[in-house]
C-alpha cells in the first residue's frame, strides 16, 4: 500500500471517529430520548436533526464515504476494510479523553490488539 492510499484511509478512519464523537457530543446535548408516541418520535428526530454537533458529525461521515471510495479505487477490500479498525482505537482513545470514558485493561489489550493487525495488513 502507498503512503498516498494509506492516507486516504487514515484521513477517512478520522473523519469517521471524528463523526462518532460528534454524534456523542450531540446525543448528550439531547439528553435521554423517550420514544413513545408518533408525535414523541417526530419531535425526537427534529431535535437530533436540528442539534449541530450532530449536522456536523454527519457532514463527517459524508466526507469520510467519499474518501473511502477514492480509497477502494486503489486497495483491495480486504485490505482496506480491516483498516477501519484503527477507528475504534481512535474513537476509544479520544472518548477517554473528551468524555471521561473507561479504558480497562481488557479494552487497552483489544486497542493493541487491533493496532497489531492494522500492520500486519498494512505491510501484506
Known sequence: ???ATFSLIFTGVLLNSAAQLMLKAGARAL????????????????NAATQ???LVGLCCYFVSAGLWVLALTRVDV????????MGYVIAALL??????????????????????????????
Open 52 to 54: 449541530p454537533w450532530i
Open 78 to 85: 480486504t485490505v482496506a476494510y480491516p483498516m477501519l479498525s
Open 1 to 3: 500500500m502507498t503512503f
Open 31 to 46: 439528553g435521554p430520548v423517550a420514544i413513545g408516541s408518533g408525535s414523541s418520535l417526530f419531535a425526537a428526530g427534529w
Open 95 to 124: 472518548a477517554w479523553h473528551f468524555f471521561g470514558e473507561a479504558l480497562t485493561a481488557s479494552r487497552i489489550l483489544g486497542i493493541a490488539i487491533i493496532l497489531v493487525g492494522v500492520v500486519v495488513l498494512g505491510r501484506g
